[in-house]
């Protein structure tokens, strides 16, 4: 079964330091996968996206992630939070071959703290 | 370029009554999505429309729910009958072509509220 997992459901960091968003994944095929941003009363926003070149990915607003096979994970990372950055976030996963339905993570919440 | 937008932002309806809800894709994308997002909830599949093939309803929850696109642009997301438990935001979203890598462009949501 394909699935994704967000390891937490909210995390508090301080102004300046880094972010780290845990998120595995269970994919029978190679999977594209997906970070996503939602901002209080905005629309969901692309980060970055993996879709089987580089494993280390880079988007937008300094975010990257990793793509670990070995470990099926898809972490995002930032190397200093910025306080724009508390939002929502959206691990997703595509499987191979069907772009029909993408598999959501429940989210995880950012608080960036002053 | 124009996003993906959504109407109304914002719907209060009573129990037992209709509603439509409105989206018009990014011009030119021919895959087109509805998602609905409840809260402390990550997103449910609801629909997919891709080019002239038949749509994807397999997320539709009863068949209270129904969808069209009309000549591969602007959909409509109908929901007959609301029940307090469809009160959630909506989200359309579309794609280039619907590939496996293709990204998906969400519009702002339609907040519906069955009371």
């Known amino acids: 079964a394909q699935s994704v997992t967000q390891l937490d459901s909210h995390v508090s960091v301080s102004e300046g330091t880094p972010v780290l968003l845990r998120c595995n994944y269970s994919?029978?095929?190679?999977?594209?996968l997906f970070w996503y941003v939602q901002h209080p009363n905005k629309g969901l926003q692309l980060l970055l996206k993996y879709t089987s070149a580089a494993t280390l990915v880079k988007g937008i607003n300094g975010f990257e992630a990793e793509f670990k096979k070995s470990e099926t994970s898809f972490h995002l990372t930032k190397p200093s939070a910025h306080m724009s950055d508390a939002a929502e976030y959206f691990c997703v996963l595509n499987r191979a071959g069907n772009n029909r339905k993408l598999i959501w993570g429940l989210g995880t919440s950012l608080a960036v703290n002053p | 370029g124009a996003g993906v937008s959504q109407s109304p932002s914002n719907k209060v309806t009573e129990k037992g009554k209709d509603v439509e809800l409105r989206c018009d894709p990014i011009s030119g994308h021919t895959a087109l999505y509805w998602y609905r997002q409840s809260l402390g909830q990550g997103l449910e599949f609801l629909i997919y429309f891709q080019g002239n093939s038949a749509p994807d309803k397999s997320g539709l929850p009863s068949d209270r729910f129904s969808a069209e696109r009309t000549g591969g642009s602007v959909s409509t997301l109908t929901i007959q009958r609301t029940q307090q438990e469809d009160s959630a935001v909506y989200l359309c979203?579309?794609?280039?072509?619907?590939?496996?890598?293709?990204?998906?462009?969400f519009g702002p949501g339609t907040r519906l509220t069955v009371l």
């Open positions: 979203a579309s794609s280039l072509a619907g590939g496996r890598g293709d990204t998906q462009y």
């Open positions: 994919s029978s095929y190679s999977p594209s």
